[in-house]
């Protein structure tokens, strides 16, 4: 099922197709791949965005404070700009298909998750629908170190291979617990509960091997004297269940990473 749009843009959306509704068919804007495509200016400062004209819906909205930091605001827009393109490709292709009463949607909202002084963070959640079923899933998590004015990444945090290791296992044995726990809530015999943990067991060590690409959407877990006591892993639709049992988050605390988060990021952590 497609995620809906935030209410603000939906009734906004609604607002312009009825004006639009009222005017000659000559006034509408035309279809066209190029116009998905296209942003403002450069894309800074961060605008929200909201289009549509018969082909498709564009719906972007960001936080006042990402446009204090141009390099997470450029990423942010690197972000949005990527999903736009892809809407563009899939506009382009239903017309040269000649597919008639496609229409196609993009919605992405970008709010402010915490705003400290060790760490401005952000997420992205949404959904681009290019046809199917329901949309692709837009889930990432962005991390901004103001003192250091840089963009946290998964590759640069972990220092060895052995941390991806021991973050590996333990958000394998998690996602099991976490698993287990559902399928008992829900009162399912033991039987098909083994043979859900059995076909789901397969998604859970594919979607969590241990290197960085796998555990890229991370948030800190802040601290009341400003450290950070872990970080909380998230796994968007698809990477370790199926797209009906949705986002998955799991919590890593510090005594699991401390032994192997790079030496310039030490201090960020509680406990070192």
């Not at 960085?212 to 009341?224: R, T, V, Y």
Request: hydrophobic letters at 40%.
């Amino acid at each position: 099922m497609r995620r809906a749009l935030p209410l603000t843009l939906l009734c906004l959306a609604l607002v312009a197709c009825q004006d639009k509704s009222t005017q000659p068919q000559a006034d509408a804007q035309p279809a066209t791949a190029t116009a998905a495509a296209q942003p403002q200016a450069d894309g800074l400062p961060l605008k929200d965005v909201l289009e549509r004209n018969p082909r498709y819906l564009v719906g972007i909205t960001y936080p006042a404070s990402a446009n204090q930091y141009p390099k997470l605001a450029a990423t942010l827009h690197a972000y949005s700009q990527s999903a736009r393109d892809d809407l563009a490709e899939a506009v382009k292709q239903a017309e040269e298909d000649q597919l008639e009463g496609a229409f196609y949607d993009l919605s992405l909202n970008f709010s402010e998750l915490q705003n400290r002084a060790d760490a401005l963070v952000v997420a992205a959640n949404g959904t681009l629908y290019t046809g199917g079923a329901h949309g692709m899933p837009l889930e990432a998590r962005f991390v901004y170190l103001p003192k250091q004015d840089t963009l946290l990444e998964a590759d640069k945090l972990i220092a060895d291979q052995a941390g991806w290791q021991a973050i590996s296992s333990h958000v394998r044995a998690a996602l099991r617990q976490q698993l287990t726990e559902r399928l008992q809530a829900e009162g399912l015999p033991e039987e098909e509960q083994r043979e859900i943990i059995k076909s789901t067991s397969g998604m859970i060590n594919e979607g969590t091997e241990p290197e960085p690409d796998n555990f890229a959407q991370f948030e800190p877990i802040p601290a009341a004297d400003g450290k950070w006591l872990g970080l909380k892993f998230v796994f968007p639709p698809y990477q370790v269940a199926p797209y009906a049992d949705g986002t998955h988050i799991v919590e890593v605390p510090a005594r699991v990473l401390r032994a192997h988060v790079a030496p310039d990021y030490q201090a960020l952590f509680s406990g070192g």
